[in-house]
């Protein structure tokens, strides 16, 4: 597609339940990253892909969180057990070899409630 | 342990004068900085970008500066545009090969009065 997607824009959920959230990239970034945007906070690191494999996922805050990326396309970022500190922007990004600028997707906003 | 601070949560300037945003790093490793202008429920766009061996870059209206004996960057912006209104992240890369990652400061929330 012309550009990042991401869905659903926005998910509230019932704390303890688990969410999918879905990014679809730009055709031919082999590189894709999860980030979230809590309140008041920047943008912090969750996970990247190469392909289909994560060579980094060291910003997955605990592991009730997920990810996976398949045919080096579309990742799904899993939840489970939501809490209310997981209230956040999720957001995805992709990148070609050499962009140095990642193209970012509009965003998944999850509320816990 | 924050490794890019944008120190101002936010800047208004008005019209057609200069915007300054700031950003300061701790990791000496980084070897690309990047400027993300990011509206209101859209995600952040990428603006501007120096390698940490230059000292400058500019794109039309927008510059940004580095001084890496201070760990130090900063965006200009001149003149400024009411267009111009929106949250500036600065962020900073590392790692190598394939493998790279971000690193963002929290952002600086801009407003350019008409």
């Known amino acids: 597609g012309a550009g990042v997607s991401q869905s659903p824009s926005n998910k509230v959920t019932e704390k303890g339940k688990d969410v999918e959230l879905r990014c679809d990239p730009i055709?031919?970034?082999?590189?894709l990253y999860w980030y979230r945007q809590s309140l008041g906070q920047g943008l912090e690191f969750l996970i990247y892909?190469?392909?289909?494999?994560?060579?980094?996922k060291s910003g997955l805050p605990s592991d009730r969180f997920s990810a996976e990326r398949t045919g080096g396309s579309v990742s799904t970022l899993t939840i489970q057990r939501t809490q209310q500190e997981d209230s956040a922007v999720y957001l995805c990004?992709?990148?070609?070899?050499?962009?140095?600028?990642?193209?970012f997707g509009s965003g998944t906003r999850l509320t816990v409630v | 342990d924050q490794q890019v601070k944008q120190n101002s949560p936010s800047l208004s300037v008005q019209e057609g004068r200069i915007s300054i945003l700031n950003c300061d790093y701790t990791n000496s490793m980084f070897d690309y900085f990047l400027w993300y202008k990011k509206y209101p429920a859209e995600g952040p766009t990428f603006l501007i970008s120096i390698s940490s061996i230059k000292d400058k870059n500019e794109d039309g209206r927008f510059t940004v500066f580095l001084n890496k004996s201070a760990k130090h960057l900063s965006l200009h912006i001149v003149p400024s545009q009411p267009g111009d209104s929106a949250v500036y992240f600065c962020a900073a890369r590392s790692g190598g090969g394939s493998n790279y990652k971000l690193t963002f400061g929290k952002g600086t929330l801009l407003t350019v009065n008409p």
């Open positions: 892909f190469q392909g289909n494999s994560a060579p980094d």
């Open positions: 055709s031919g970034h082999t590189a």
């Open positions: 990004a992709g990148g070609g070899r050499s962009n140095y600028g990642y193209t």
